[in-house]
């Protein structure tokens, strides 16, 4: 997408995270809570287990596209959520929110990226699986409250695991 720029997500950015995440995914949105104890990890500078590196994805500060977040392990990264605006999705922006939480990754030396995605969630298994992800497990009603299963994905980084 032209004119889309990724910066990383700062605490004045939450409620307009909060409200892409109302909307994509309702009654299943993190709180607001739940990004500032995500944002107490991310700063740039703090690396090692448990830090977290979150982005948005806008043209310009006013307009927020997307969103990302990845909390760094000690050999595992972990994508902790994705989003893109229902009006902006399929454009590219969820991809280039995946590349650059892989660059993350890698920067940090994690040898894999894994992921939990909604069994019914056949758009973002898509994406993930051009990201060179494969399903690796299911847990069993763990969305809540859909009850909706979750499939675990992972992508090896070490084997150039991601294709885009
Ligand atoms: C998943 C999501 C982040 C993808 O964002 P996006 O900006 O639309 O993604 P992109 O345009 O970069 O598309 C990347 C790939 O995703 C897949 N994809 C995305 N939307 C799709 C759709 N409606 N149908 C089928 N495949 C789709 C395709 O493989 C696509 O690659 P292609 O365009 O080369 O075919 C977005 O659909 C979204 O925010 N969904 C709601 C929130 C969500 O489910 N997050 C993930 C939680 S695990």
Redesign the pocket.
């Known amino acids: 997408m032209t004119g889309v720029e990724l910066r990383p997500m700062r605490w004045w950015d939450i409620p307009a995270v909060m409200g892409l995440e109302t909307e994509?995914?309702g009654d299943e949105a993190w709180t607001a809570e739940a990004f500032w104890s995500e944002l107490a990890s991310a700063p740039p500078s703090l690396t090692g287990a448990d830090s977290r590196r979150y982005w948005v994805a806008g043209e310009g500060e006013a307009d927020l596209l997307?969103y990302a977040g990845l909390s760094l392990g000690g050999d595992e990264a972990y994508v902790q959520t994705?989003?893109?605006a229902r009006r902006?999705?399929?454009?590219?922006?969820?991809?280039l929110l995946m590349r650059q939480l892989l660059a993350d990754a890698r920067a940090a030396g994690e040898r894999s990226c894994w992921?939990?995605?909604?069994a019914d969630?056949?758009?973002?298994q898509?994406?993930y699986t051009?990201f060179g992800f494969v399903a690796r497990g299911r847990r069993r009603g763990y969305y809540q409250p859909s009850g909706v299963d979750a499939i675990v994905m992972a992508a090896d980084l070490q084997t150039g695991g991601s294709r885009r």
């Open positions: 994509l995914f997307g994705i989003g893109v902006a999705q399929r454009r590219g922006l969820g991809s992921l939990e995605v909604r969630n056949t758009e973002a898509a994406m051009g």
